[in-house]
């Protein structure tokens, strides 16, 4: 039986969230595993005797503290390099898994000769309570609905096709991808590279419940107030990301379409913005907004989306 090792970065977590996720790394039926932790919190460290009282049944290792705050992006990234097993899977500190998670994602990742396989998920709220029983059968976003490496490439440039915590995949795989790009989250380099160098399976079953503990507006507004503050933190990293991404994998088939979207939303062509929408379709909506209301109108709309719970 092969290894996997489960990536966990905390980072002055809830601790009822944390022991119930724990509670579901530690009754995971599949046997072969151990858990990796790297504390990112380096004002409020975690009570180490909590992973001690709920992972009883399954190894678990504390990476060594760093004196200064890595983020979350190279905190996986540490993970990852200190990884030894076949697999990982990437693990938030508020989520539950299912118990056959893992075994289920390594038979279809052994099956299928995948590097990287992704599984539908639940939502559940602040309090446990399931108020979506599938992510990806009830959602209405094109993001959501992929099958294979063919249609989740350009899309998930702009929004992830899969949250980390969904994932597993293979360790070589993995340890290829680094340096992370700073310039998207991790789960979406990996489920960007792998889409390349290796494929993609999609286990269609809710494996994960996925914590939403409230109902704001989307993050792609935090830190938001004006159109410039949109452009250059939500915009321009995605440019950026693709050059990265062509660098990396000259040659890439859908490059060109990549960069006409990112040129489109950088340039705020209407137009093309709605021609590409389902390439971004929770972005697209906004971004012809913005592209067509004054400054002023753009700060007063963000403004007011704030205020929305």
Not at 8 to 20: A, F, G, T, V
Not at 101 to 125: F, H, N, P, S, Y
Not at 129 to 153: F, P, Q
């Amino acid at each position: 039986m092969n290894k996997v090792d489960v990536l966990m970065s905390i980072y002055d977590p809830d601790m009822d969230y944390l022991k119930e996720q724990l509670k579901s790394l530690n009754e995971q039926t599949y046997e072969n595993m151990e858990v990796l932790i790297y504390d990112d919190c380096v004002t409020k460290r975690c009570d180490q005797e909590i992973f001690e009282k709920y992972l009883t049944n399954k190894k678990y290792r504390l990476l060594p503290y760093q004196k200064e705050n890595l983020g979350y992006v190279k905190a996986f990234e540490t993970l990852v390099e200190n990884a030894d097993g076949t697999y990982i899977a990437l693990c938030d500190q508020d989520d539950i898994w299912d118990a056959d998670k893992v075994r289920k994602c390594v038979e279809c990742l052994e099956k299928d000769g995948t590097v990287l396989v992704a599984t539908d998920r639940k939502l559940i709220d602040g309090d446990g309570k399931v108020y979506c029983e599938s992510v990806r059968h009830s959602s209405k976003v094109v993001s959501e609905k992929w099958n294979s490496k063919e249609d989740i490439g350009v899309r998930n440039f702009f929004q992830a096709g899969a949250p980390g915590m969904c994932m597993v995949m293979r360790t070589d795989f993995a340890k290829s991808t680094i340096p992370f790009s700073e310039y998207t989250g991790h789960d979406k380099w990996l489920l960007a590279c792998a889409n390349v160098d290796g494929g993609i399976s999609f286990l269609d079953e809710p494996l994960s419940w996925y914590r939403r503990s409230g109902k704001n507006v989307s993050g792609i507004l935090i830190g938001v107030e004006s159109r410039k503050d949109y452009e250059k933190q939500r915009i321009i990293p995605h440019l950026k990301l693709i050059r990265e991404f062509d660098k990396r994998y000259p040659g890439y088939k859908y490059i060109g379409l990549a960069y006409r979207i990112a040129y489109a939303r950088q340039n705020h062509k209407v137009s093309e913005l709605i021609k590409y929408r389902n390439y971004i379709p929770t972005l697209y909506k906004f971004e012809v907004l913005i592209s067509i209301l004054p400054q002023w109108g753009t700060k007063w709309m963000i403004k007011v989306l704030h205020r929305i719970k």
